[in-house]
């Protein structure tokens, strides 16, 4: 039954907070979407919007992408269909796939990393994982969402070579490999025009280039405009109900400022996602299985930043243990704002480690719950830590949240002091960090052997983390976000978060470890980081182009004495590119688990598209010529094996003009030639005068030409060009 332009109007906006709009006379029903992307979370309460349903609280993507290990994602997405299913949810909204940055950024332990290749392959495997059961993904958020502050208004100043490569490349992964159900519009404008009445990004982009078939959702407020979002090709306003909208639009088709085309198509598309939900089956989970599969991710996401003589992992029974501060016993496993879960249980660290030894375990918090500095708590953490065999104190960030960007990197300073007066006391002294983005370590990370990075890792991270520091997983997290020694020297310090209005994205390219390796800068620790509790040799890499790429292969030997899991990493470069890249970037990886004394052959694929620039001069993605670098090691500064390879590139020919430089003119092959002849033709005529006579005569005159646009060298007096032949010449050029 076709439906009415009041029906259609209606529909694209939602019933309620989390709820489509339904017409039950042409069979439409209301569907439920709700929050992600790291758990079910369904409003228990009309007058609470952040309070859940018990659900899984799986851990966060800022633990999730620190695994490497797209398989182990989709586990995730497929446990999360299996409880939207329960709860009868349409959509899960997300996942999160917006670049980290700054590590100051709010809502950085929503998102993946700092790297689009990562993030995009970890993406998709969710997203894959999640629409196998039946359920949406809704992928969000669309696009250059990396900031909390002025979120609703804020510009994204960004040139589209830097938009194209850095900032939508996960997104256009992830959409044309897994095709989400929906993909959720930004708050902010993107170069002065908000997200969701971007019709470049929403329609020629990723509906024209990238071929999405799904539902553009607002973000939730998003929409400025109804009228405009829907001529943009945004489908579906949320929340609703929206009736001035509604009306908006009516009366635009009716007067002819909408086309009535683009509103049918937002509500066949709402009609489509209804037909599509309806096709699930109801379900249920096992809520122990789910938190088992928890507690795995949260095991593999920890990352081993410092271990010196072999501190961890612990032996149980062995050495007495002092467990210090409050995030041991009051654990931080997620961060606030809309993807905040209610547990349906919630492991400590100090429980765990408690269960995990024979040999005795004392506590004390060292600070309150809060976070804030108790001088009597100090002095007893201080005591505790002296009268124990090994001490594990467990500091963090205080709070991450949707909705502001963080003012630090540092750790609050009662953590430090504790840190500080404890590893005095007690040589033997472990930090565990718990964190939704990066923390500065320096100078105190000097001062104790063993560092732990724990994000925030969900419901079972406490039992985790005493897997971890027990030796009953060895650890295998990387980092996916490089951790600086100082804020100020991160690629984006000046320019974060922008004023008035505006954030002028000036690091351009060099997001994260590429501006940090192109400026040689220290850091603290490298992206793609982190420690065994065995090692790790390379031999020797090959490598050989194909028509899909690069295909690469290295032999990896566990040459310690424990099984362990090595995540190899592949890094590419061009030397002598004619275009401005980083030293090196992320192409390929892979999780590879290898027995104590054996060896792997690892074979990874480096995808021909993401070798691809995108050529502003074409207006298309590019592959060029040359001897790429493949480099393979375990981060981005740990080169293990290197190879270089031969890659056929892309026709590329960039038409000339009268605007070209006459440099430009030498530099193409069919250029030289016809403007060659045309200055030969002069000097025969200028008979030793003139400026074709002044050029041959001094090379230094004729360097200096070049840059010169072949339009105003005409104009000079003595040219070898008549003004009167330019258009023949670059007809005959091109």
């Known amino acids: 039954m076709g439906l009415s332009t009041s029906e259609q109007a209606a529909i694209t906006s939602g019933k309620d907070f989390w709820h489509t709009e339904g017409v039950e006379s042409a069979g439409i029903s209301s569907v439920t979407v709700t929050d992600g992307p790291h758990g079910v979370r369904m409003q228990a309460s009309s007058e609470d919007v952040l309070a859940g349903v018990p659900a899984t609280c799986f851990p966060p993507a800022v633990a999730g992408a ?76 669309f696009a250059v969402n990396s900031q909390e502050t002025d979120r609703m208004r804020i510009s994204a100043d ?133 938190h088992a599969l928890a507690r795995e991710i949260a095991a593999r996401a920890i990352v081993l930043l410092k271990n010196d003589d072999g501190l961890l992992p612990l032996a149980p029974g062995e050495k007495t243990v002092a467990v210090l501060g409050e995030f041991a016993r009051t654990p931080r496993y997620q961060g606030g704002g809309s993807s905040q879960i209610t547990p349906t249980r919630l492991d400590d660290a100090l429980t765990e480690i408690t269960a995990s030894t024979s040999a005795a375990v004392t506590f004390a918090p060292g600070y309150t719950v809060k976070g804030e500095a108790d001088e009597a708590l100090l002095a007893e953490a201080v005591a505790t830590a002296r009268s124990a065999d090994v001490a594990i104190v467990f500091v963090g960030s205080v709070h991450e949240t949707e909705g502001a960007d963080r003012e630090s990197i540092d750790l609050p300073a009662p953590q430090v002091a504790l840190i500080e007066r404890v590893a005095a006391a007690n040589p033997d002294t472990i930090v565990v960090l718990s964190n939704g983005a990066v923390l500065a370590t320096r100078p105190w990370d000097e001062h104790v052997p063993a560092l732990v990075e724990g994000w925030l890792l969900g419901q079972a991270g406490g039992s985790a983390l005493a897997d971890v520091l027990f030796g009953r997983v060895n650890p295998s997290g990387r980092l996916a976000e490089t951790i600086p020694v100082r804020l100020a020297d991160h690629p ?118 993401d070798l691809a620039y995108w050529d502003t001069r074409l207006g298309r993605w590019i592959v060029e010529d040359g001897e790429y670098l493949i480099e393979v090691g375990s981060s981005s500064r740990d080169v293990r094996a290197s190879v270089t390879v031969h890659v056929a590139g892309d026709p590329a020919r960039v038409p000339l003009t009268t605007e070209s430089s006459v440099g430009e003119w030498f530099a193409d092959p069919r250029g030289a030639e016809v403007l060659g002849a045309a200055f030969a033709a002069a000097a025969s005529e200028q008979a030793g005068g003139g400026l074709m006579s002044a050029m041959t005569a001094n090379p230094e005159m004729l360097m200096m030409l070049g840059s010169l646009p072949l339009s105003r060298m005409a104009a000079f007096p003595g040219s070898p060009l008549n003004a009167g032949d330019l258009d023949k010449l670059v007809e005959a050029a091109n």
């Open 66 to 141: 620190s695994t490497w290990d797209p398989e182990l994602l989709r586990r995730m997405g497929e446990a999360l269909g299996d409880e939207c299913r329960a709860q009868d949810v349409a959509v899960l909204l997300g996942p999160g796939v917006n670049l980290k940055r700054s590590p100051l950024g709010g809502r950085n332990f929503e998102y993946f990393s700092e790297d689009p290749i990562l993030t995009g392959v970890l993406a998709t495997a969710w997203v894959q994982g999640l629409q196998s059961k039946g359920v949406g993904a809704s992928l969000k958020h």
């Open 158 to 290: 960004v040139d589209e070579r830097t938009l194209r490569e850095m900032y939508l490349r996960a997104f256009h992964k992830v959409v044309t490999r897994a095709q989400p159900w929906t993909v959720m519009c930004a708050y902010n404008r993107v170069n002065g025009i908000y997200a969701s009445e971007h019709h470049w990004l929403l329609t020629q982009v990723l509906r024209g280039e990238w071929g999405f078939e799904g539902l553009v959702v607002s973000d939730w407020g998003a929409v400025v405009d109804r009228v405009a979002s829907v001529a943009a090709g945004l489908d579906l306003t949320m929340p609703g109900p929206d009736a001035t909208g509604d009306a908006a639009l009516v009366d635009a088709v009716a007067s002819g400022r909408l086309d009535p085309a683009l509103l049918e198509r937002s509500a066949e598309l709402v009609r489509t996602l209804v037909e599509k939900a309806g096709k699930r089956p109801a379900g249920s989970y096992d809520a122990d299985a789910h």
């Open 492 to 609: 984006s310090y000046l320019d974060f978060p922008g004023e008035h209005g505006h954030v002028r994205y000036g690091e351009g390219l060099h997001v994260g470890y590429r501006g940090f390796d192109a400026r040689g800068q220290e850091v603290a620790y490298p992206f793609g980081f982190g420690l065994s509790y065995t090692t790790f040799g390379y031999g020797a890499a090959r490598a050989s182009a194909t028509a899909a790429g690069v295909e690469v292969r290295v032999p990896v030997t566990n040459t310690g004495g424990r099984d362990g899991r090595e995540v190899v990493q592949v890094y590419v470069s061009l030397p002598g590119s004619a275009v401005r890249r980083a030293p090196r970037e992320l192409k390929a990886f892979a999780s590879v688990e290898i027995g104590a004394g054996d060896t792997a052959e690892v074979r990874l694929t480096v995808e021909r598209e």
